[in-house]
């Protein structure tokens, strides 16, 4: 069972390539000269991130790890346009963060519902009936379509609740969540019956609830790789709001205030914030203890005395159920917003290798300029960008393709033309 749930996963996406334009003339019985009539190509689809909320793990990327969208249709003849690519849609889990796999940067959080394009299909090329002009009634040549965005990226699951249960493995966090919810976590006497979160629905009045997760049993030395912690400790980065269970029945042996100190450790050590917390300490298996409360005295204070609230309570008995889950919404009607994560991946400036030699040819006043290294750049770059479109220049002089057209012969106010770029020539 443990292994159906995945809460991390490496893809691959690809959007569609753009479809060529078409090199077509129109012919029609008794019109001499009906003049060029391709038509353009299709754009690329794009791959689309959805979110579904039927989904709860990462487990379809398991098996499956490559996703590409349509490509465009090349263009036709009687200016007819090419159809664009099939547009990709990925259906993810609310929670999802993308990243890019390479700098670790947060693309995008999939956490507020809407559709994210995480790459955009390439351009269609243009159809030769771009291309005509007075003096070039007959221009025998298109442009092909450029190459869609593609993105390695991991995609990282973080649960959407509102409260995390946090503590040693077998204190309780399980048989609690499954008294305030409809949840029904596995329970059993053993350490790590929960090998991967439950989330559970808490109603606490008409109109007020709120979603609770039972995080697997943390041990010391979680944040460095042992035990289940470490692969879940992520889970709990959105809680609002940690409910700590310790278990004071000392069935064990275990020292509750030494428990609370190693588990307030870990999450430290993960993640500092996570320490500050907003924090409810629990004393739970109250009904195991008989009439020694010296446990129960000696945690409250300690804890205590560091501000936390605190509460004892039995999940097996609901004692004390019904007015912690009260504290829980009290406390979480005062609290800021689910933490929302923002995208600080910055794209790579493109490398391109300016070594392949490029093709110019010159018709009347029309300069075409293509090439493998060209292409590449001329769809990476954004041109509404006023950094990008000095870039794309530096990159052109510095390989000499402007040195190389003066020697052409180029003018002063000639058309260039590179993929579905076309610009006038300045000196």
Known sequence: MASSFVDKARITIRAGKGGDGAVAFHREKYIAAGGPDGGDGGRGGDVVFVVDDNMSTLMDFRYKRKYVAGNGANGMGKRCYGKDGETLYVKVPRGTLVRDTETGGIMHDMSDGENWVAARGGRGGWGNLHFATPTRQVPRFAKPGLPGESHDVTLELKL???VGLVGFPNVGKSTLLSVVSKAHPKIANYHFTTLFPNLGVVYVDEG???VMADIPGIIEGAS???GLGHDFLRHI????????????SGSEGRDPVEDF???NAELREYDPALAERSQIVVANKCDLLGGDRENIEKLKAHVEALGYAFFEMSAVTHEGARELVKEC???LSTLPPMLYYEADYIPPEPTVDTSEELSILHDDDLWIVEGPWLQRLVATVNFSDYESRMYFDRVLREAGVFERMEQMGVKDGDTVSMYDL???YRE
């Open 237 to 248: 980065d959105r809680c609002r709001l940690l409910v700590h269970l310790v278990d004071v």
């Open 224 to 226: 460095e790789g042992a």
């Open 208 to 210: 007020v609830s709120f």
């Open 261 to 263: 100190e190693a588990i």
């Open 422 to 424: 076309m610009f006038d």
């Open 160 to 162: 959407l609740a509102d």
């Open 329 to 331: 919404a009290h406390r």
